[in-house]
C-alpha cells in the first residue's frame, strides 16, 4: 500500500536518527492505548511561549492531548536485573500536552505540560530529561474492546474529562502528507528548562490508528499550560492500541 510505505518512511527516519548515537537506545517500554485530542491554535499567540520555531501544517498550528499507560519501561541492557530496578517506575499513567516544533530541519515535538500518575517520576524528569512534569490522579478506561473509552485527570492545575466511542472498523496508518500524519508520527522531542535545551529520540513502528468522535466534558486543566488555550479549537481525536517503544538519552542544545 503506498501510503503505508510513505508513513513508514517517517519511522525509519526516525529509527535511522536514534541508532546514529552509540549507545541507544537506552530504554525499552510499551504505550498503551493512546488518546491524541488535537486543537488548532493561533501560531502567532502560541509562538511566544515556545522556546523552538513552531512546524505549521498548511499554516495552521496545533497542540495535542496525549493519554497512554507507559508499560514496562527498563533499560535495553541489563535483562532482569535492570527490569527490577525499574519496577518503581515502570508502569504508569501519562498525559502530555505537546505542540509541534522544528529545529535545524529535524521535527519534532515540546512538551508544554505533562502530568504523571507515580509521584517518584515526576520528580525524575525535570533533571535528568528536562521534561515538565507534575503529579495528577489518572484514571483511563481506555479499552477499546469495550467499544467505549473514558478518561479523567484532576491535579491541583484542573481537570480534564472525555469520553468516545471506539468504531470497529480495525486500526490502519496515517496516510501520507495527511494531517493525522502530521500529527501522530512524531519521533523527536525538544525540551527547554531554564537555559538548559535539550532533545530526545523515541522508535515505534507507524501508530496503528483510528479517528473517533470525543466528548471533552471538562478542560480547564489546559488552561494552565498557556494563554494559546483562549482562542483554540479542538479539531479532531484518534486512538491507537499502542506501541512498543525505543527511548534514547538526552542530548544536549546549543542555544
Request: include cysteine; aromatic fraction near 12%; charge should be neutral.
Amino acid at each position: 500500500m503506498t501510503t503505508a510505505t510513505a508513513t513508514r518512511e517517517l519511522s525509519e527516519a526516525g529509527r535511522r536518527r536514534m541508532l546514529a548515537n552509540v549507545g541507544e537506545p537506552l530504554f525499552l517500554a510499551r504505550w498503551n492505548r493512546a488518546v491524541f485530542i488535537h486543537y488548532e491554535a493561533d501560531p502567532d499567540l502560541l509562538q511566544r511561549q515556545i522556546p523552538f520555531e513552531l512546524d505549521l501544517c498548511d499554516g495552521r498550528a496545533f497542540v495535542s492531548i496525549v493519554a497512554f499507560t507507559l508499560l514496562r519501561m527498563r533499560p535495553r541492557i541489563g535483562g532482569t536485573f535492570g527490569e527490577w530496578l525499574f519496577k518503581p517506575i515502570a508502569s504508569h499513567e501519562f498525559l502530555n500536552v505537546r505542540t509541534y516544533v522544528r529545529r535545524a530541519g529535524e521535527p519534532g515535538i515540546f512538551f508544554l505540560a505533562e502530568w504523571l500518575s507515580n509521584p517518584l517520576s515526576v520528580q525524575l524528569g525535570p533533571c535528568t530529561f528536562g521534561l515538565p512534569y507534575r503529579f495528577g490522579d489518572l484514571r483511563y478506561a481506555h479499552n477499546y474492546n469495550d467499544g467505549e473509552i473514558a478518561g479523567t485527570v484532576g491535579a491541583n492545575e484542573g481537570r480534564l474529562k472525555y469520553r468516545a466511542a471506539v468504531p470497529d472498523t480495525g486500526f490502519d496508518q496515517s496516510e501520507a502528507e495527511s494531517l493525522t500524519e502530521f500529527l501522530l508520527e512524531r519521533y523527536t522531542a525538544f525540551t527547554c528548562r531554564g537555559r538548559r535545551r535539550r532533545l530526545f529520540r523515541v522508535w515505534h513502528e507507524p501508530w496503528a490508528q483510528t479517528p473517533i468522535e470525543i466528548e471533552v466534558t471538562a478542560d480547564d486543566l489546559l488552561a494552565s499550560t498557556g494563554n494559546w488555550w483562549e482562542s483554540a479549537e479542538c479539531v479532531g481525536a484518534n486512538y491507537s492500541p499502542g506501541a512498543e517503544v525505543w527511548m534514547g538519552r538526552p542530548h544536549r542544545l546549543a542555544l
